[in-house]
Nanobody, 123 residues
């Protein structure tokens, strides 16, 4: 299984950005997708997750109401729509995949990880 994130970049506070995560090497709909981020000098933290069907989603407290997680099981792609971005959102964003389709906010639940994409929001 291989995960590839894209869509990161440098944006201004208040802007929006959409990250994508493409899974290859297996059937996408068999996997839950999680999004995590690692701010500079800090530990990795949970951002959002979505189960295999898309009917169950979870969000970290710091992004609730601003970020939306979704997926397209036909396109084998997960998405993280980020709005009202703040400087505190600056981080490397990772997508992760867990077999059996159950979502979680616990990092070790996910066996497969992408390389990450940088999101920078200057203060």
């Amino acid at each position: 299984v291989h995960l590839a994130e894209s869509g990161g970049g440098l944006v201004q506070a208040g802007d929006s950005l959409r990250l994508s995560c493409v899974l290859s090497g297996d059937t996408f709909s068999h996997y839950a997708i999680g999004w995590f981020r690692q701010p500079p000098g800090k530990e990795r933290e949970f951002v959002a997750s979505i189960n295999w069907s898309g009917y169950e989603t979870r969000y970290g407290d710091s992004v609730k109401g601003r970020f939306t997680v979704s997926r397209d099981n036909v396109e084998n792609t997960g998405y993280l729509q980020m709005s009202s971005l703040k400087s505190d959102d600056t981080a490397v964003y990772f997508c992760a995949a867990a077999e059996w389709g159950l979502s979680s906010d616990y990092g070790p639940h996910y066996a497969h990880w992408g390389q990450g994409t940088q999101v920078t929001v200057p203060s």
